[in-house]
T-cell receptor, first 114, second 111 residues
Framework: NAGVMQNPRHLVRRRGQEARLRCSPM?????VYWYRQLPEEGLKFMVY????????ESGMPKERFSAEFPKEGPSILRIQQVVRGDSAAYFC????????????FGPGTRLTVT | GENVEQHPSTLSVQEGDSAVIKCTYS??????FPWYKQELGKGPQLIID?????GEKKDQRIAVTLNKTAKHFSLHITETQPEDSAVYFC??????????FGTGTSLTVIP
């Protein structure tokens, strides 16, 4: 049973470029959450999506960041015009349904902005 | 919003000893409290969780206790082993919603 998959695992971007992070939830899961982890810190919620819907984006920066979870394919977290402060580990989690409590995390994408 | 505090930030124990990590939360509406173990370079792995209608839950060497009145919950690891060394995170949520994480505890088990 495949777990949550994220790619790429490591991503290096120059300032001003775009970063696209992908997340495939566990089989049968239709709820996806994105979290960001800065060095030596805990995980901070960014956005919660269901298929074709953004449910809660209260943790997303107002500019440059966007997320989607299309009907087909993985969820995408997109960061435009990256800056050095965007360097972090980005984790995706999935859950079975909205009444399901457990969230299962992927291995993360480590973004480095040079 | 919810605020989760976690202590200690680092913990060293001798192999075979017990380790205890404590968390407090602020929102009385929170009703689900998972614990995650994160090894270097990996994603958080759910190790145990507890819901607000339960005061204690145990799974082999790991146990979690919850005090709703005081709004705190704790992770207990008994008979620690070197492979228990990792960063442990507590979290709180209202179920089906975002998790609020503590800042993590780096546990080192000394052989």
């Amino acid at each position: 049973n495949a777990g949550v998959m994220q790619n790429p695992r490591h991503l290096v971007r120059r300032r001003g470029q775009e970063a696209r992070l992908r997340c495939s939830p566990m089989k049968g899961h239709s709820h996806v959450y994105w979290y960001r982890q800065l060095p030596e810190e805990g995980l901070k919620f960014m956005v919660y999506l269901q298929k074709e819907n953004i449910i809660d984006e209260s943790g997303m920066p107002k500019e440059r960041f966007s997320a989607e979870f299309p009907k087909e394919g993985p969820s995408i977290l997109r960061i435009q015009q990256v800056v050095r402060g965007d360097s972090a580990a980005y984790f995706c989690a999935s859950s079975l349904r909205d009444s399901s409590y457990e969230q299962y995390f992927g291995p993360g994408t480590r973004l480095t902005v040079t | 919003g919810e605020n989760v505090e976690q202590h200690p930030s680092t913990l060293s124990v001798q192999e075979g000893d017990s380790a205890v990590i404590k968390c407090t939360y602020s929102d009385s509406a929170s009703n689900y409290f998972p614990w995650y173990k994160q090894e270097l370079g990996k994603g958080p792995q759910l190790i145990i969780d507890i819901r607000s209608n339960v005061g204690e839950k145990k799974d082999q060497r790991i146990a979690v206790t919850l005090n709703k009145t005081a709004k705190h919950f704790s992770l207990h690891i008994t008979e620690t082993q070197p492979e228990d060394s990792a960063v442990y995170f507590c979290a709180a949520s209202q179920g089906g919603n975002q998790f609020y994480f503590g800042t993590g505890t780096s546990l080192t088990v000394i052989p």
